[in-house]
């Protein structure tokens, strides 16, 4: 996949494993999504492999494939057992603002202009210490402290200060709740909309923005 290695990320003993990558695509057929069991290095679980084609002709919809790689990746599908332990919503939220950007990104690269489509890989893993455990000083993981899980509220003055929009584009759909209704909209200073009462809610649990992770002023 043309992308760097992916990242681990640890969680009061559960391990988490993110990368997402995509190759040039010739075939309309996209390979079936898999799940392969691991037990060594210190670590017991399972990689998550899921596949979504994007293409330039059909229009395609960030958004609606974000959602649906997501739920692929993090909730419980026919096609996968599910995870033995709860992936935590905070953690869930950035990965899939990771994945929205990156579809985004594809379609932007004037590297990619004479590609008219690309295969979607998203590995994801869920791991806990297995029985011959090593020592984990030797792997390189990310903490997830509360900036990362998302659980830093902005200020209510920050929140009250948002931009309300009335010449809303058509074809607007709010990131958060994926939403086309015309309700009222608000713009934050990294100039992303959402329906107001979504963005207001997500503010008050996290002050970051759902995609960008733009930092609004905080709760001290």
């Not at 979504?198 to 649990?205: D, E, G, K, S, T």
């Not at 970051?208 to 609004?216: D, K, Q, T, V």
Request: hydrophobic share 30%; with cysteine.
């Amino acid at each position: 996949m043309e992308r760097d290695s992916g990242s681990w990320y640890s969680n009061f003993g559960t391990w988490y494993y993110f990368d997402i990558g995509m190759t040039e695509r010739t075939q309309h057929q996209i390979p079936q999504d898999y799940e392969e069991y691991v037990d060594s290095a210190g670590r017991c679980g399972r990689f998550r492999y899921c596949h979504a084609l994007l293409d330039r002709h059909d229009n395609p919809d960030s958004t609606k494939l974000c959602h649906l790689l997501c739920k692929s990746l993090f909730e419980q599908c026919s096609k996968f057992t599910p995870w033995e332990h709860q992936i935590h919503e905070g953690f869930k939220g950035f990965r899939e603002s990771e994945i929205f950007n990156y579809l985004e990104s594809i379609c932007r690269d004037e590297r990619n202009k004479n590609i008219n489509k690309f295969l979607i890989v998203v590995k994801f893993g869920v791991f806990t210490r297995s029985n011959n455990a090593l020592d984990y000083d030797d792997f390189d993981y990310y903490d997830i402290d509360e900036e990362e899980l998302g659980f830093v509220p902005a200020s209510e003055s920050s929140i009250e200060a948002l931009e309300k929009v009335s010449d809303l584009s058509l074809g607007f759909r709010c990131a958060i709740c994926l939403e086309e209704e015309k309700e009222e909209v608000k713009r934050m200073p990294c100039r992303h909309v959402f329906h107001a009462q979504c963005i207001q809610q997500w503010l008050a649990n996290s002050h970051l923005c759902p995609l960008c992770r733009h930092a609004m002023p905080s709760v001290s």
